[in-house]
C-alpha cells in the first residue's frame, strides 16, 4: 500500500491529465450524438429530405406502397402533401382504367387496411367485392366521383384478398396481400347471436383505446366480425370519431385532433396546446366547434375542465373549470394514497367522463367520481348548475341538496355511469326530454373512501359484478323530478363502456369493455349479436358509424 501512494503522489499530475482527456472525450462524444439527433430530428421535418425519402413502389402483383425511412411520421402536413404530389405524379404518368388501375395501400399512413384506387374510363357507379379464404365478403357500392379517386376498405389483415371492381358492364379482378396488422388485434371476432329477431343495422363497429395504452388505433368490424379497416393514431386511443362535410375528425394523440378527407388525406392537424385530452369530445355544430373534457397541464387536478376549440380558427378557449363550480365536493375530495390513472399524483377528485350538448349553450356532464349527472347552464358565456341527477346521499356534508331534482318511482340511482346522451322526440312536452347512459352499477370512488353505499344495492367492485344496465331516464325541467323509463340488462363494466342509441331503427349498440365485448341490441333491449374479443385489458368505448360519403 505504501508503494502503491507513492507511485500515485510521483505520477497524480498524469492521472490528472488522463482523467481530463477522459472528460473531454466523453463530452465531445456526448455533444456528438446531442448534435447528431438534432440534425436527424432536423432533417425529420424538413420537406425537401422527406419528398427525397418517400418513394412509392410497385410490388409484384401491380400494387404500389410506401417506401419511407420509419422515423418518418406521418402526422406532418408536410407529409400528407408530399404524398398527394407523388400521386398525382403517378396519375399523370399513365393512362389508368378500371381493367388496369392505380392501386396504392395506404398512402397517406391513416388506414393501414386500405387501398387507394384511380381510372378514368368510367363514369358509372363503382362496386367492388373482397373475397378472403376463411372470411365473410365484403361488398360495397360506391357512386361515381368526379375525381376518379377512391378509397377502398374491407381487405383482411395478413390475408391474400381477392378485389373484384365492376363499373357498369365491366368487371375485373385482383388478387392483393394485405400486410399484417402490427397490433395484436382481432382478424375475427367470436360471435354469439341472441334472441332478438330484429335485424343489425348497416355500418361499422368502431372499437375504440383497445388495451388502453398497449394499441391504441381505431379498429372497424363489419357485421360479421371481421376487422375490415384500421385507423393508425400516435399515443391516443381517440375517444369518437366525428363527422361533418364529407371529414372525420378524431384525435390522433393527447393533443391534437385530425380532419381526414374520404381519401384518408390529413387536411388539417389542430393543437390543444395546454390541455390534453380525455374521455370526449362533442361537435357544437351551430358554431362550428368542439367540445372537449380535457386536463390542464401544471395543475393539481385532472379531469375537470371543459374547453371548446374553434375549427374554423383553431382557437382554444376554457369555459368550465369545476373546481369553480362545485367547490364543496372539491374541498371534500381524499386525496389517495398512490399514484392516479395516468401515473401522478394529481387530485382526481370529479372524475369527468362523457359530455352532451342541450340547446345552443347548455351541456350536461358525467362524473364517475360523483356518481352524478351535472347540467350546466350558460356553459359558454356564464356557466352555473342548474341541477344534479343523483342519490340524495352524495350531497350530504355540502349546500348542493337544493340542486337535486326528485325521483319519480322506485329505482337504484346511477353509480360510476359513462356516455350520457341527451335526446328528445316529437311525443315530449316542452321542457321534457330523455338522457340514456351506460350505468356500469359500479361502487368505486377513491376520493371518498367513507362514502356509504348503502342507497345502491346491487352495485359492484372494480373487479367483480352482477350486471351492468342501460338506463334512460325522462327529465321534466317544469317540475324538477327524474324518472327511468326503460332499463335493461348488459354485462357487467366496472368502468369505462357505452351505449349508443342509432337514429334510423332504435338499435342500441352496447359496448361493455371490462367484459371484453360489445352487442348490438334491439329497442326493446332484446340482444341481437354480442362480439367478443381478446384484450389485455379492454376497450374504452365502441360505436358503430355508416361513414356516408367517406367508403360509399
Not at 362496386?127 to 376518379?148: A, P, Q, R
Not at 401544471?298 to 369553480?324: A, F, H, S
Amino acid at each position: 500500500m505504501k508503494k502503491i501512494g507513492q507511485f500515485f503522489k510521483k505520477h497524480w499530475k498524469k492521472f490528472l491529465l488522463a482523467i481530463i482527456i477522459i472528460a473531454i472525450i466523453a463530452g465531445i462524444i456526448y455533444l456528438s450524438f446531442r448534435a447528431y439527433d438534432r440534425y436527424q430530428k432536423n432533417l425529420l421535418t424538413d420537406p425537401a429530405w422527406i419528398r427525397e425519402n418517400v418513394e412509392l413502389v410497385k410490388n409484384d402483383e401491380g400494387v404500389y406502397e410506401v417506401k419511407k425511412d420509419e422515423d418518418i411520421s406521418i402526422f406532418s402536413e408536410d407529409y400528407q402533401n408530399i404524398i398527394e404530389e407523388k400521386i398525382d405524379a403517378l396519375k399523370d404518368s399513365a393512362d389508368y382504367t378500371l381493367e388496369n388501375p392505380l392501386l396504392i395501400h395506404n398512402p397517406y399512413g391513416t388506414g393501414s387496411l386500405s387501398y387507394y384506387l384511380y381510372y378514368t374510363d368510367s363514369d358509372k357507379t363503382l362496386d367492388y367485392k373482397i373475397e378472403t379464404e376463411g372470411y365473410s365478403d365484403f361488398e360495397k357500392e360506391i357512386s361515381h366521383k368526379d375525381s376518379n379517386e377512391y378509397q377502398l376498405i374491407g381487405f383482411v389483415p395478413g390475408e391474400t384478398n381477392t378485389l373484384t371492381l365492376k363499373s357498369g358492364d365491366e368487371e375485373h379482378e385482383f388478387t392483393i396481400t394485405t400486410p399484417k396488422s402490427t397490433a395484436e388485434i382481432d382478424n375475427q371476432l367470436e360471435i354469439v347471436d341472441g334472441d332478438s329477431e330484429e335485424e343489425l343495422t348497416d355500418g361499422l363497429y368502431a372499437v375504440l383505446g383497445h388495451d388502453k395504452n398497449y394499441n391504441s388505433n381505431i379498429y372497424l368490424y363489419d357485421n360479421e366480425g371481421v376487422l375490415r379497416e384500421e385507423f393508425v393514431l400516435d399515443s391516443y386511443r381517440a375517444d369518437r370519431i366525428i363527422f361533418d362535410d364529407d371529414y372525420m375528425y378524431y384525435a390522433y394523440n393527447k393533443k391534437g385532433i385530425v380532419k381526414v378527407n374520404d381519401l384518408g388525406k390529413i387536411e388539417k392537424f389542430y393543437d390543444l396546446g395546454n390541455y390534453t385530452m380525455h374521455h370526449d369530445m362533442v361537435y357544437d355544430e351551430d358554431n362550428n366547434r368542439f367540445v372537449i373534457l380535457v386536463n390542464e397541464d401544471g395543475t393539481d387536478t385532472i379531469e375537470d375542465i371543459v374547453i371548446t376549440l374553434d375549427l374554423d380558427t383553431g382557437k382554444v378557449k376554457k369555459i368550465l373549470d369545476m373546481k369553480d363550480l362545485l367547490p364543496e365536493f372539491y374541498l371534500n375530495a381524499v386525496k389517495p394514497e398512490g399514484k392516479n390513472t395516468y401515473g401522478g399524483y394529481e387530485l382526481d377528485w370529479i372524475h369527468m367522463n362523457s359530455l352532451s350538448l342541450i340547446g345552443d349553450n347548455d351541456i350536461v356532464l358525467s362524473s364517475r367520481e360523483l356518481s352524478t349527472i351535472i347540467y350546466i347552464s350558460n356553459a359558454y358565456t356564464d356557466p352555473s348548475v342548474k341541477y344534479l341527477l343523483t342519490d340524495e346521499s352524495v350531497t350530504e356534508d355540502t349546500s348542493y341538496g337544493d340542486l337535486l331534482y326528485e325521483k319519480v318511482g322506485d329505482f337504484v340511482s346511477q353509480a360510476g355511469q359513462h356516455s350520457i346522451t341527451y335526446y328528445t322526440d316529437d311525443d315530449l312536452d316542452d321542457g321534457e326530454y330523455y338522457l340514456y347512459m351506460f350505468n356500469n352499477n359500479y361502487q368505486g370512488a377513491r376520493t371518498r373512501p367513507n362514502f356509504d353505499w348503502s342507497n345502491y344495492p346491487g352495485t359492484g367492485t372494480y373487479n367483480e359484478g352482477e350486471t351492468s344496465y342501460f338506463y334512460q331516464y325522462k327529465v321534466n325541467e317544469n317540475d324538477k323530478t327524474y324518472e327511468l323509463v326503460k332499463s335493461f340488462s348488459i354485462p357487467y363494466s366496472s368502468i369505462v363502456s357505452d351505449v349508443e342509441i342509432l337514429d334510423d331503427d332504435g338499435n342500441i349498440v352496447v359496448g361493455s369493455g371490462k367484459d371484453n365485448s360489445f352487442g348490438e341490441y334491439d329497442n326493446d333491449g332484446n340482444l341481437i349479436r354480442q362480439f367478443n374479443y381478446n384484450s389485455k385489458k379492454y376497450a374504452y368505448r365502441v360505436f358503430k358509424y355508416k361513414f356516408n360519403n367517406l367508403f360509399d
